[in-house]
Nanobody, 115 residues
Framework: QVQLVESGGGLVQPGGSLRLSCAAS????????MGWYRQVPGKQREWVAD???????RLADSVKGRFTISRDNAKNWVYLQMNDLKPEDTAVYYC?????????WGQGTQVTVSS
């Protein structure tokens, strides 16, 4: 059974930084894209960033210049470095992975940006 487990969320002041991590485990073959989404209560889940197996990255306009996505293919981990955090970044952040034609989600980690 494939599992995605996020970590690294928490409470941070505006302008601060956090690093989210997501570990994929289980019977995984040929991971394609790994990425991050976020969701605020009452709103649709929003794409934040993703990275291909070859290292190509994409970032939403709202986080460009502040967030960086990276991955460790040997360990099946994906990271989201978040700098200059703003209150509007407050959300539950979800890890997402496509592998062997299937889609997997993590359980989410809360990020709260507040003074």
């Amino acid at each position: 059974q494939v599992q995605l487990v996020e970590s690294g969320g928490g409470l941070v002041q505006p302008g601060g930084s956090l690093r989210l991590s997501c570990a994929a485990s289980g019977s995984i073959f040929s991971i394609d894209v790994m990425g991050w989404y976020r969701q605020v209560p009452g709103k649709q889940r929003e794409w934040v960033a993703d990275i291909t197996a070859g290292g190509r990255t994409r970032l939403a306009d709202s986080v460009k210049g502040r967030f960086t996505i990276s991955r460790d293919n040997a360990k099946n981990w994906v990271y989201l470095q978040m700098n200059d955090l703003k209150p509007e970044d407050t959300a539950v952040y979800y890890c997402r992975m496509t592998a062997s034609g299937r889609l997997y989600w993590g359980q989410g980690t809360q990020v709260t940006v507040s003074s």
